[in-house]
């Protein structure tokens, strides 16, 4: 049996960046992962989403393109190619991960593993045999899974989760989303650029409840209702029938019971750790709930075995389980990081897209933070004109002497790209002056985090309110 100093449960964004950083650092890694390397991001989360979301934008994009001064005939979405795009550019990515693996010398073992011993794990190969792998460190990486739907109806033909959702084979006419977070916000903005009418049906007072500043949230709610969406918050969602090819859902606000029709049905309802089935209650590993508990250098409880990830619970995302991968993959090899949280942004692809990093204005006021908050908006920064996407803001909250930039939550063109700004702010404890007096391009996006920034002063050149 070939003894590794790391073994990686999971080869998704958390576990494959810790295998590539603990053999750049001269560990012997071996990977175990039941499906493709990549994970959910790779294969069923992150990169198809956003292949979609790009393609039906552009689709929008060029059936604007008069506005542009650009002559088209009318563009419409080719469902197999759009399919095909999605799957090569998938497979493209998930092939660069196995190369990285194999150019660092690290073993990839098919199968799905169990933890049996702190340093052994028994993997079950998809041809049934099974072996076993003897290791000095275990890192859990497991990722999450969908979490069940409450609601009953759910087993329905035609009531989809976001993995189905990704195999767009027809448009339906009407689609009703349960969920207003941020994956039912990104498959709602993807089906109405196909020419779906949706429904969002939430069950908190705003969409995006946890994800971004309050006043984004309910602003984006707003652009979509205006869009012709159509948006419920506060409701109860209660049973999902079928009646021939139609469902029909019933929900509950305060007042009345209310009954709605569509054509498909996607839950997107939220994820839950993934931790069941692997051994761990039997290894007496500590779980939260359904996460598994680690400290600030993502040690579990038994020694050797680390855990990161959508597993570990916490802000489920891609790039926080990479960089908890880093840290593990340092302190497994003998450093003693600890992870950093502060500058872990949020990035929601709708349309317009979502950005946050910090503290919420909310989360600022509740640490009794005293705050100034300073915002530009997205219509007066010439790009944004240029792109003809003028909706949104910049906001930025500041501690009121220093200026020192709490949170950063941007709505508008781009927003995913520029909160890397944000995040560099929030991470170095950048003040609103340090980043007014960094020289920003013109004309650019970036000029419009320059010009809230120049707020905090009163001093915001190329906006005014009177
Ligand atoms: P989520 O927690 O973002 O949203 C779920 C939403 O469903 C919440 O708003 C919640 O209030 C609502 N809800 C729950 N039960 C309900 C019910 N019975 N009826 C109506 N509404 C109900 O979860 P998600 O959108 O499923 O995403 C899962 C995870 O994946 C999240 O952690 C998310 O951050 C992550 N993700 C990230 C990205 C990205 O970074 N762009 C994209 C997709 C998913």
């Known amino acids: 049996m070939t003894q590794y100093d790391l073994a990686v449960l999971g080869g998704g964004p958390g576990g494959y960046v810790a295998a590539l950083r603990a053999a750049q650092l001269g560990a012997q890694v071996v990977v ?15 990169i198809p989403t956003k292949v979609l979301t790009t393609s039906t934008e552009l689709l929008l994009k060029i059936n604007q393109a008069q506005a542009f001064g650009i002559t088209t005939t009318h563009a419409a979405a080719d469902l197999p190619a759009l399919m095909d795009y999605k799957r090569t550019t998938v497979d493209t990515l998930v092939n660069g991960v196995e190369q990285l693996l194999k150019q660092w010398s690290i073993t990839l073992v098919r199968g799905s593993g169990y933890v049996i011993r702190p340093n052994a794990l028994r993997v079950t190969h998809p041809t049934g045999d099974i072996s076993e792998i003897s290791v000095r460190h275990i890192i859990l990486a497991p990722g999450s899974i969908t979490a069940p739907p409450p609601i009953s109806g759910s087993d329905l033909p035609g009531v989809i989760t976001s993995t ?6 027809e448009i339906p006419a009407r689609l009703l989303v349960i969920g207003g977070g941020v994956i039912g916000l990104e498959f709602a903005c993807i089906h109405e650029a196909l020419g779906s009418q949706v429904t969002i049906l939430e069950m908190m007072p ?9 006043a984004l949230a309910k602003r984006l709610a707003l652009l979509l209702r205006r869009r012709g969406m159509k948006i ?6 209660q049973v999902i029938e079928s009646i021939g090819k139609t469902l029909c859902v019933t929900y509950a606000n305060t007042a009345k019971e209310e009954r709605i029709e569509a054509d498909r049905v996607l839950i997107a309802v939220g994820r839950l750790p993934n931790t069941q089935g692997i051994g761990l209650k039997e290894l007496g590993l500590k779980l939260n709930g359904l996460a598994i508990a680690v400290d600030e250098t993502l040690a579990t409880n038994l020694p050797n075995v680390w855990a990161i990830g959508d597993a570990v619970g916490g802000m489920m995302l891609a790039h926080k389980a990479m960089v908890e991968g880093r840290v593990v993959a340092e302190n497994v090899t003998g450093s003693q990081r600890k992870v950093d ?9 709708t349309r317009p897209e979502i950005a946050s990093v910090g503290l919420t204005e909310r989360e600022a006021r509740e640490q009794g933070a005293d705050i100034r908050i300073t915002q530009f908006p997205f219509s007066a920064n010439p790009r944004a004109r240029i792109l003809g996407e003028t909706d949104g803001i910049v906001k930025l909250v500041c501690e009121a002497d220093s200026g020192r930039i709490l949170g950063v939550h941007l709505m508008g063109p781009h927003a995913t790209d520029l909160i890397a700004e944000g995040a560099l702010a929030v991470q170095m404890g950048a003040t609103a002056d340090d980043l007014a007096w960094t020289t920003h391009a013109h004309p650019t996006l970036p000029e419009s985090m320059l010009e809230a920034a120049l707020g905090f002063r009163d001093a915001t050149l190329h906006f005014h309110t009177r």
């Open 232 to 237: 419920h918050t506060d409701v109860k969602v």
């Open 206 to 214: 705003t969409l995006l409840p946890n994800a971004t500043d309050e």
């Open 32 to 46: 175990v992962e039941q499906d493709r390397v990549g994970g959910t991001c790779l294969n069923i989360g992150c």
């Open 164 to 169: 189905e959702a990704l195999e767009i084979t």
């Open 341 to 349: 949280y502060r500058s872990v942004p949020n990035v929601i692809f």
